[in-house]
């Protein structure tokens, strides 16, 4: 009896190293894409955005919208300056929002309700930038802003074409 059960443990052993075993290259191979999957699906967001938008104006316009398009993704962002962003809410603003030095660099929210919550909390002056996911301080990022309001911080023009250039290659994979 003992030794049915040992044989049943040494086998279930054997199958657990080799199952683990067999998932380290997949996990592996997961962490390398990871950057790129969140790529996809924050631009997935965004051009989501900008078809919602593209609707409103014409319901607003009382036209018929084309379903489906998109256009350009070039279109789908919109350069904003520093100002423009409530940096604690990441939204575009419809005003100039108030400055505020911490360490030397530019913030920028609406009132000091904001200001107090941005100087007490060192995370909120930074974000990822949606193509590497690297942390960036808010003050040296390149500004991007959605249809819907919704900013994105960029490392630099760099990333931000990168992450445009996305939308190419999904199109492109999707039409082969």
Known sequence: MKRKLIEKMVIAATFAV???GSFIPVTANAEAGHADRFAVA???????NYRAHLRAE???AKKSAAIGESGPSSLWLTRVAPEEVNMVTNRRESKKQSA????GKSYYCPDNAYAVNMSDNP???SARDP?????IDKSDAVIYADASGRVYYFESE???RGFIGLADTEREFVRN
């Open 18 to 20: 080799f199952a683990a």
């Open 42 to 48: 924050r631009l997935k967001t965004v051009e989501e």
């Open 58 to 60: 014409a319901l607003h």
């Open 100 to 103: 505020l030095s911490l360490n």
């Open 123 to 125: 995370s909120i002056r």
């Open 131 to 135: 193509l590497t996911d690297k942390r």
């Open 158 to 160: 760099d990333t931000y």
